[in-house]
Nanobody, 119 residues
Framework: QVQLVESGGGLVQAGGSLRLSCAAS????????MGWYRQAPGKQRELVAI??????NYADSVKGRFTISRDNAKNTVYLQMNSLKPEDTAVYYC??????????????WGQGTQVTVSS
């Protein structure tokens, strides 16, 4: 139905910045919301940021540092990450909630991209 392809992860020093991108492709769907989750070793996957219906929400740990945005023309969501901390180290996953032509809702995940922040 929909495929999500992520890019932009990498290794940065504390205080640095990264911009993650996630492009949605496919046919027969509309996007209801897109967001970013992350999972660090030994921890559950957690919501980082989400955009839906013109509103955005952030985890408390990233407020003021991360910004989520969408380019509807490109079906792409971005996560601008500034002032990165070692505790931000995780695999970051793009997520999308979509509605098909038959009005069914689907939940899609990207493959994940590694973000490593060194101290």
């Amino acid at each position: 139905q929909v495929q999500l392809v992520e890019s932009g992860g990498g290794l940065v020093q504390a205080g640095g910045s990264l911009r993650l991108s996630c492009a949605a492709s496919g046919s027969g769907f509309s996007i209801n919301s897109m967001g970013w989750y992350r999972q660090a070793p030994g921890k559950q996957r957690e919501l980082v940021a989400i955009t839906s219906g013109g509103s955005t929400n952030y985890a408390d740990s990233v407020k003021g540092r991360f910004t989520i945005s969408r380019d509807n023309a490109k079906n792409t969501v971005y996560l601008q990450m500034n002032s990165l901390k070692p505790e931000d180290t995780a695999v970051y996953y793009c997520h999308a909630q979509t509605t098909s032509w038959s009005q069914r809702r689907f939940y899609s995940w990207g493959q994940g991209t590694q973000v490593t922040v060194s101290s």
